[in-house]
């Protein structure tokens, strides 16, 4: 399983955008990239899943360069409810059922202020 | 979308009890389910994957004899922390898939007394 790499913490202002850069050079070819936000005793919610090049959704951009040895997060104009925990996984093909378990890493502490 | 339910979501329990965590996929059948385990502050460990019909895979270092997995039907999983102790508390979560995308319930605070 490919491990990753994040930064531990994150800080922002209301209104601006914040991009969360995940490594994991070892990622394998059949690997996907998906990202999860956790608040607070609550378990992990989806945010965004990708391949490669990028993936946009009504909520997140996900950046993916050629060599797919990292990828970047982006979420525009955050708000003080965007405050989380954000997990990076790599790991499990994106559209198969079955044991793809993913693992987490450390995750990125973001905390956005007014 | 895909729903995973968990319940409870906050047990007390004395030590040398054992505690049942049920979780639910409310939309869809799941033949694996995966039991997280998260300290405070920290990140999701993996425990186990639950496969229905069959026995749990668990994770390194993960007992199994402690941790007991039930995928008894393909919408049920259950997790029993049998004899628990004190530092068995924690925040317990588990996930199914479902086209594609990982599913979470809401968690289930555990402590032991």
């Known amino acids: 399983l490919a491990k990753t790499t994040q930064p531990i913490s994150m800080d922002s202002y209301e209104g601006q955008e914040v991009n969360i850069t995940c490594s994991h050079n070892?990622?394998?070819?059949?690997?996907?990239i998906t990202w999860y936000q956790q608040f607070p005793s609550q378990g992990p919610r989806f945010i965004i899943q990708g391949y490669k090049t990028k993936v946009t959704n009504e909520v997140a951009s996900l950046f993916i360069p050629a060599d797919r040895k990292s990828s970047t997060l982006s979420l525009p104009r955050v708000s003080l409810s965007d405050t989380a925990v954000y997990y990076c996984l790599v790991g499990g093909a994106g559209t198969t059922g079955g044991g793809n378990k993913l693992t987490f890493g450390t995750g990125t502490q973001l905390k956005v202020e007014l | 979308g895909a729903v995973v339910s968990q319940h409870p979501s906050r047990v007390i329990c004395k030590s040398g009890t054992s505690v049942k965590i049920e979780c639910r996929s409310l939309?869809?059948?799941?033949?694996?389910m995966f039991w997280y385990r998260q300290f405070p502050k920290q990140s999701l460990m993996l425990m186990a994957t639950?496969?229905?019909?069959?026995?749990?895979?668990?994770e390194q270092g993960v007992e199994k004899d402690k941790f007991l997995i039930n995928h008894a039907s393909l919408t049920l999983s259950t997790l029993t922390v049998t004899s628990a102790h004190p530092e068995d508390s924690s925040f317990y979560i588990c996930?199914?898939?479902?086209?594609?995308?990982?599913?979470f319930g809401e968690g289930s605070r555990l402590t032991v007394l």
């Open positions: 939309d869809f059948q799941a033949t694996t």
């Open positions: 639950s496969n229905e019909g069959s026995k749990a895979t668990y």
């Open positions: 070892n990622i394998a070819t059949n690997d996907y």
């Open positions: 996930s199914a898939r479902h086209t594609g995308e990982l599913f």
